[in-house]
């Protein structure tokens, strides 16, 4: 795990992770319904430089992915901030199963003549990477929604791609506790918290995390300027939910082992 408690047990840490160490604070993350904080320590207006809530989130969520995280308004809205680093007339590469909101956005921006897209089937390794030589924007699902396929994706990860290419994973079905995109040579790896990182079906949320300074700049300034934030109910809901992910996790996979198996 990419976490800096090394140490620990991820469950620990996750426990842990994005709490503050400074005596007489609180305990947990506190939920801060703040738009405005007074001048003098570095942050003044939440849309431009977040509120405490959402940077213990983005804490938690880096140290799983292993590099910096960004927490957006939705999943959707994480995935519409990479299709913002696009320039017109782009290639945008889609696995041909992917999340229908992701197909419909990519669909509706090359109706406009924003990109143009192709798909193809996430098992056809050697034609991602081949693609990755040509596209702008290498978009992998992998296990997928819906129908779970997986991708080769420490293969294509490493392809040779295009200068100022973007390859993005959605890594919400896997969890960062089961597969480091980053890792595999990722430029972003993307959660829709929606799912198994808020864990109750009680809040819409997403991040995309990276370890490319560029293009996180790039990346939070698209939420900037969309104002696709967190509420800081979500972010706090969030925080609370991810903390106990393993446990979470690690059950759903032994019910779904015991369904196939029977």
Same mark, same amino acid.
């Given at each position: 795990m990419s976490h800096d408690a090394d140490s620990l047990q991820t469950d620990s840490w996750l426990i842990a992770a994005g709490?503050?160490?400074?005596a007489g604070a609180p305990l947990n993350v506190p939920l801060i319904a703040a738009s405005n904080f007074l001048i003098g320590a570095g942050r003044q207006y939440a849309r431009n430089e977040g509120t405490p809530t959402w940077e213990a989130l983005?804490? &938690? &969520?880096?140290?799983?992915?292993?590099g910096q995280a960004i927490s957006f308004a939705s999943g959707m809205a994480a995935v519409a901030a990479v299709f913002d680093q696009l320039p017109v007339g782009a290639l945008v590469v889609l696995p041909d199963d992917v999340y229908q909101g992701v197909a419909t956005? #990519?669909?509706?921006?090359a109706n406009r003549g924003r990109w143009q897209v192709t798909r193809l089937a996430a098992i056809d390794t050697a034609r991602w990477v081949e693609a990755a030589g040509q596209a702008d924007l290498i978009w992998l699902e992998s296990p997928s929604n819906p129908l779970l396929t997986v991708a080769d994706l420490e293969v294509i990860c490493q392809a040779p791609r295009k200068a100022g #290419? &973007?390859? #993005? /994973?959605?890594?919400t079905f896997a969890t960062p506790l089961n597969?480091?995109?980053l890792a595999l040579g990722a430029d972003v790896s993307m959660q829709s918290a929606t799912k198994f990182i808020g864990g109750h079906s009680d809040l819409l949320c997403?991040? %995309?995390?990276?370890?490319?300074?560029?293009l996180y700049q790039g990346?939070?300034?698209s939420r900037e300027l969309n104002g696709a934030t967190p509420g800081a109910l979500e972010a706090f809901l969030a925080v609370?939910? /991810?903390?106990?992910?393993? %446990?979470r996790l690690a059950k759903a996979q032994n019910n779904a082992m015991a369904l196939a198996e029977r």
């Open positions: 709490r503050t160490d400074s983005e804490a &938690i &969520i880096g140290g799983l992915e292993g956005l #990519a669909n509706d921006g #290419a &973007i390859l #993005a /994973v959605d890594n597969q480091q995109p997403g991040s %995309l995390s990276t370890t490319n300074e560029a990346l939070r300034h609370r939910g /991810v903390r106990t992910l393993a %446990l």
